[in-house]
């Protein structure tokens, strides 16, 4: 069965902590991006990886980095220094032949 | 900036009712244009539109997309409560999706 795991599906955190979001795929894409959203909001971009060791920054990537060892997983990490934390974090890859994107359950996050 | 906009943010209409909701879009270098629908949790796909004028359908959504004034509608007709959800929609360009800030539908029986 293909698809896009995250873990945890649900984190709780410590102001001043740093956690870490797991998102793997065994759908064989390049590509893969982390997205965040909150409440009446679209998806914003948080970084992006379009090939094993190599990743962007998105339109949001203040307090948030990211590794890309293997090219099923691409974890993030939220440090201490992303001032609002709290939101519903999405993982993504992409197939570049019909350019579907799919997505992973979600991880929601709230900071305590 | 790229930008893609939706509108209208919410929509309450009735079962059985049609309904017609809109996006915009002013990207560098348009590769594509996404429908999503996203209930409780992830977004999931509905349909992909890379040429202007081509009717996608599936089921009683159907989608299409006009390049030269840079827009798409989704039409859901004869509308059902399981509609009920944020249709959000996405843009390609330079291998990043555009996200538009969805369109909130409710369908009361």
């Known amino acids: 069965d293909g698809g896009i795991t995250q873990s945890p599906k649900y984190l709780f955190r410590k102001e001043g902590q740093n956690v870490t979001l797991s998102c793997e795929q065994n759908l064989n894409h390049d590509a893969m991006y982390w997205y965040r959203q909150d409440p009446g909001q679209g998806l914003r971009l948080i970084y992006y990886s379009q090939i094993v060791n190599d990743f962007q920054k998105g339109d949001i990537a203040e307090g948030y980095s990211v590794s890309r060892e293997k090219k099923e997983s691409f974890p993030l990490t939220v440090t201490s220094a992303q001032k609002n934390p709290t939101a519903f974090y999405l993982c993504a890859s992409i197939d570049r032949d019909y350019n579907e994107q799919f997505f992973g359950p979600g991880t929601r996050l709230t900071v305590l | 900036e790229d930008k893609v906009v939706q509108s209208p943010l919410s929509l309450v209409v009735h079962e059985g009712d049609t309904v017609t909701l809109n996006c915009s879009y002013e990207v560098t270098n348009f590769r594509s244009l996404l429908w999503y629908k996203q209930e409780k949790k992830a977004p999931t796909f509905l349909f992909m539109l890379?040429?202007s004028g081509i009717e996608k359908k599936s089921g009683r959504l159907s989608s299409i997309l006009d390049k030269k004034e840079l827009f798409s509608i989704l039409n859901i007709t004869a509308t059902q409560t399981g509609d009920s959800a944020v249709y959000l929609c996405?843009?390609?360009?330079?291998?990043?999706?555009?996200w538009g800030a969805g369109t909130k539908l409710i369908i009361k029986p």
């Open positions: 890379t040429s």
């Open positions: 996405a843009v390609e360009s330079n291998y990043q999706l555009i």
